[in-house]
């Protein structure tokens, strides 16, 4: 292998700066991240992708379905609702992608309302789901011949809906030593019942609990396109790219990556160097460069 002294080497080094002042100028003088879609302040909530803020954010700056709206409550008590419906947030998990939120009619409606409600109706077509971390509240009636409800079960009477028992439920041991979901016990035919999420660790002792319990909310999990923490790593800002139906990285000078603001470094980078290992390879190529020096 021809080896080349100092003096060789000189053009080619020239080479290498001139390019890399071409392709990496843009880093010397960083420019600034678009702002509109940096995170913004609804009450207590810090609002960013893959939620967005009504009336701060472009749509293009969280999911379709994470639209939140800061109430017009003066006195900040009501929460911000999301995506216009009934479920109000009240904390944003960013770091295990959950969010409590409780749902507005229950809270108001008292607990006859609930025989009437369903979660998973409410959440259809929804990138959230009902975590399986909640504890529950059953709702059971007409259940003729079956056991008596569970020891502290509260009697429920609502007009036209006959006698029912309500009851809080949590994760429970199924027998080999792990934990699964609460499930209702099993019931003869016939017997209705309905199931209201409710945060680990509540407790139903008198009807005085029941709307303290719903208020306090329940948990929610989301599953969205994109590493959101490993663009924001590497200088970026995520956003959703409506026209593609999927995740973009915004990076700095507004080019949009599909995953992280690296790989526009890796090009940025690489491209200098191929090109001069690219007249290397021609023949006379490293002579070609020290007569252009």
Known sequence: MQSHGPAELRPLLLLLMALLGATGGSRAQPQPLDESCAPAACGDLTITYPFWLRGRH????????????????????????????YLRLIDIRYGDRTVVAFHASLVSGGACR??????????????????????????????????PPPAGALPLDCPGAGAWSVYAG???????????????PVEPAGCNFTVVPVMPGSELRT???YAGIVGR????????????AACNATGG???????????????PGGRVQPATCGELLSVTLLLPLRIVHFVLTIPGGHNRLAKSA
Do not use: H, I, K
């Open 237 to 251: 800002r995520c956003l959703y790219e409506a026209g593609a139906n999927a995740f973009g990285c915004l990076c």
């Open 170 to 184: 949590q994760r429970y041991d199924p027998g080999d030593g792990s934990l699964a979901p609460a499930a209702p």
């Open 207 to 209: 009807w005085d609990d």
């Open 58 to 85: 472009a749509p293009s700056c969280g999911f379709p379905a994470f639209e939140v709206t800061c109430s017009d409550d003066p006195t900040g008590a009501t929460p911000p609702s999301l995506s216009g419906s």
């Open 217 to 228: 909310g329940f948990l929610l999990e989301w599953t969205v396109p994109g590493d959101c």
């Open 114 to 147: 609930a025989m009437r409600f369903n979660v998973s109706t409410s959440l259809a077509l929804s990138p959230l789901a009902v975590s399986a971390a909640n504890w529950e509240l059953f709702f059971r009636a007409n259940c003729t011949g079956a056991p």
